[in-house]
């Protein structure tokens, strides 16, 4: 039976858990022995992603991605993180900040399922359709 990336992260994120801070190095260490004695160690971004999954939600914590244009200026970027708070939930919000000159203006936000596309690219690619 092929253990899935999923069971994995769940059985890393058990042994983690119950090894305490200061044998987490030598699990995740001789986890990655068990991945390598199987065969398995091309999964590892899948598990990687798994684990964060479990790991979040184990800590109550939302993850968010804002994409701008250029660097945001501190209060633009207080401004958008409240924003991100409220749609958390209460939860306590991890936010990537990412700059993609493609969206030329504007930005991105994206928090779990949802993303609000406010980039001037998006409106003109609206405009475009409106002018079809």
């Known amino acids: 039976m092929k253990i899935t990336a999923k069971q994995y992260a769940q059985a890393l994120f ?3 858990s119950a090894a305490g801070d200061n044998k987490t190095k030598a699990v995740i260490k ?8 199987n065969n398995q160690t091309s999964q590892q971004e899948k598990i990687i992603k798994k684990f964060e999954l479990i790991w979040d939600r184990s800590n109550n914590i ?3 991605e804002i ?7 501190r209060e633009t970027g207080k401004i958008l993180r409240e924003c991100l708070k409220k749609v958390a939930a209460g939860k306590k919000i991890e936010v990537e900040e990412k700059i993609d000159k493609s969206i030329m203006g504007g930005v991105i936000m994206k928090h779990g399922d949802k993303i609000l596309d406010a980039s ?7 405009f475009r359709e409106i002018i079809k």
Do not use: Q
Request: one cysteine or more; aromatic letters at 4%.
């Open 30 to 37: 001789s986890f990655c022995r068990v991945l390598a004695d």
């Open 120 to 126: 001037l690219r998006r409106r003109l690619e609206n």
């Open 62 to 64: 939302a993850r968010a």
């Open 67 to 73: 994409v701008s244009a250029r660097k945001l200026s």
């Open 14 to 16: 058990e042994s983690v």
